[in-house]
T-cell receptor, first 115, second 115 residues
Framework: EPEVTQTPSHQVTQMGQEVILRCVPI?????FYWYRQILGQKVEFLVS????????KSEIFDDQFSVERPDGSNFTLKIRSTKLEDSAMYFC?????????????FGQGTRLTVV | GQQLNQSPQSMFIQEGEDVSMNCTSS?????WLWYKQDPGEGPVLLIA?????ELTSNGRLTAQFGITRKDSFLNISASIPSDVGIYFC???????????????FGGGTRLMVKP
C-alpha cells in the first residue's frame, strides 16, 4: 500500500539552528500538508500546499517556517531559527484530490527536539 | 479559530466492553473524520462522514455525523486489546472553500483496554 514517508524519524537540534524536515508524499497526490503535535496535545494544522504554492496556513506558520517542493517528489518544511517551543512531532500528509470521499494520508512523523 | 471539544479525555475499560466518545463544536463542520493514533505513529483514518445525520460503520466501529453538523460520536463495540491508542476526531469547516481544506483536530481520547 502506498504511504507517505518522512525523514528523519527523529531530529535533535540546538536552539537557533535551521532544520529541514523531509517528506515524500504518495506519488499521484496533489495536495500536501504539514501538521504538528506537541507532546501529549492535539494535532495542529500548519500549512497546505497545492500547485506549487501555499493554499492555507495557520497562525503557527509564521515567518520562521517555509515549505518547498523542490523536485516534484519531496515536500519539505524548513524552520529557520528553531525555538524550544518548536519541539513537537511534525506530520506530513498528502491527498489525491479535493473531493468528498478522498482524505489525506499521514506519514509516521518526525520528532523534532530543540535543545 | 474553530475548536473541537472531545470527550472523554481517557477511558480504561475491560476487554469486550463497548466504548463511546464524542466531539462537539460551536462551529458547523462539513466533514467529520475519526482517526486512531498508535504510539510513535501518524494518525490513521478510521471513518469519514460527509452528510449531516450520516451513520457509518467500519467493522466494530460506528460513527455518526450530528444533525446540527456541530457534533459527532464514535462507538467501538466489543473492544479488544489492539483497540488501545488515541482516537481523534477532526472536522473540516464549512467556511474553508479553498483547495487546502485544513482539518481541526479534537484533543483526543486515550483508550486503554484491560485484557
Amino acid at each position: 500500500e502506498p504511504e507517505v514517508t518522512q525523514t528523519p524519524s527523529h531530529q535533535v537540534t540546538q536552539m537557533g539552528q535551521e532544520v529541514i524536515l523531509r517528506c515524500v508524499p504518495i506519488s499521484n497526490h496533489l495536495y500536501f500538508y504539514w501538521y504538528r503535535q506537541i507532546l501529549g496535545q492535539k494535532v495542529e494544522f500548519l500549512v497546505s500546499f497545492y500547485n506549487n504554492e501555499i493554499s492555507e496556513k495557520s497562525e503557527i506558520f509564521d515567518d520562521q517556517f517555509s515549505v518547498e517542493r523542490p523536485d516534484g517528489s519531496n515536500f519539505t518544511l524548513k524552520i529557520r531559527s528553531t525555538k524550544l517551543e518548536d519541539s513537537a512531532m511534525y506530520f506530513c500528509a498528502s491527498r489525491i484530490l479535493f473531493l468528498g470521499g478522498t482524505e489525506a494520508f499521514f506519514g509516521q512523523g518526525t520528532r523534532l527536539t530543540v535543545v | 479559530g474553530q475548536q473541537l471539544n472531545q470527550s472523554p479525555q481517557s477511558m480504561f475499560i475491560q476487554e469486550g466492553e463497548d466504548v463511546s466518545m464524542n466531539c462537539t463544536s460551536s462551529s458547523i463542520f462539513n466533514t467529520w473524520l475519526w482517526y486512531k493514533q498508535d504510539p510513535g505513529e501518524g494518525p490513521v483514518l478510521l471513518i469519514a462522514l460527509y452528510k449531516a445525520g450520516e451513520l457509518t460503520s467500519n467493522g466494530r466501529l460506528t460513527a455518526q455525523f450530528g444533525i446540527t453538523r456541530k457534533d459527532s460520536f464514535l462507538n467501538i463495540s466489543a473492544s479488544i486489546p489492539s483497540d488501545v491508542g488515541i482516537y481523534f476526531c477532526a472536522g473540516r469547516g464549512a467556511m474553508n472553500n479553498n483547495a487546502g481544506n485544513m482539518l481541526t483536530f479534537g484533543g483526543g481520547t486515550r483508550l486503554m483496554v484491560k485484557p
